[in-house]
């Protein structure tokens, strides 16, 4: 079945970056767009963007504009979310999720970045 | 952006009773391809978010027939018919109408 299973904890300095790997299986990554949510403590979910795999095309909240970065190694099945210029408020868990047209079907297990000096 | 407003539960749920969550929107959620895209995920506690419904209605693959989702438009409400111990989390809306896609802040379910 598909899954997609993330990178490990990370812990950052204010003004560094972050890059969190998602690994998919079971499905061809190629076919569907991945999107990347983030859930800061104890708060609700944050769209950040999203990657089409296939072409490396790339959508952000314009929030994220200029700070954040997705790349995809398809040879992998492995796609990257970059988060530069690390603040205190970036510091959250991070999910990656599987795109259909009508949402978000196959989520990974999350990745929690801290960020303190 | 699209703002996505839900109730809260005014008291933690008995177990076997229903359990009715809303979702209002700020504008209307229907495409230009005619189909609306709000889903209703659950987020159990230390959990990844789960899709439950789609399109409002459409009840994902492998979600218990107890979940149910109604609405059009602007407003939208997610049904438990009988409340079980595992459905206790936070429940949130999410619409895919427009970009940036937008999620309700949530609605907790506790028995």
């Known amino acids: 079945q598909a899954q997609l299973v993330q990178s490990g904890a990370e812990v950052k300095k204010p003004g560094a970056s972050v890059k969190v790997s998602c690994k998919a299986s079971?499905?061809?990554?190629?076919?569907?767009?991945i999107h990347w949510v983030r859930q800061a403590p104890g708060k609700g979910l944050e769209w950040m963007g999203r990657?089409?795999?296939?072409?490396?095309?790339?959508d952000f909240a314009q929030k994220f504009q200029g700070r954040v970065t997705m790349t995809r190694d398809t040879s992998i099945n492995t796609i990257y979310m970059e988060l530069r210029r690390l603040r205190s408020d970036d510091t959250a868990i991070y999910f990656c999720?599987?795109?259909?047209?009508?949402?978000?079907?196959?989520w990974g297990q999350g990745t929690t970045v801290t960020v303190s000096s | 952006d699209i703002v996505l407003t839900q109730t809260q539960l005014s008291s933690p749920v008995t177990l076997g009773q229903p359990a009715s969550i809303s979702c209002r929107s700020s504008?209307?959620?229907?495409?230009?391809?005619?189909?609306?895209?709000l889903s209703w995920l659950q987020q159990r506690p230390g959990q990844p978010p789960r899709l439950l419904i789609y399109e409002a209605s459409n009840r994902f693959s492998g979600v218990p027939d107890r979940f149910s989702g109604s609405g059009a438009g602007t407003d939208f409400t997610l049904k438990i018919s009988r409340v079980e111990a595992e459905d206790v989390g936070i429940y949130y809306c999410m619409q895919a109408t427009q970009f940036p896609w937008t999620f309700g802040l949530g609605t907790k379910v506790e028995i």
């Open positions: 079971g499905y061809t990554l190629i076919g569907y767009y």
């Open positions: 999720a599987r795109g259909r047209p009508f949402g978000l079907d196959v």
């Open positions: 504008q209307s959620l229907v495409h230009s391809d005619g189909k609306t895209y």
């Open positions: 990657i089409y795999p296939s072409s490396g095309g790339t």
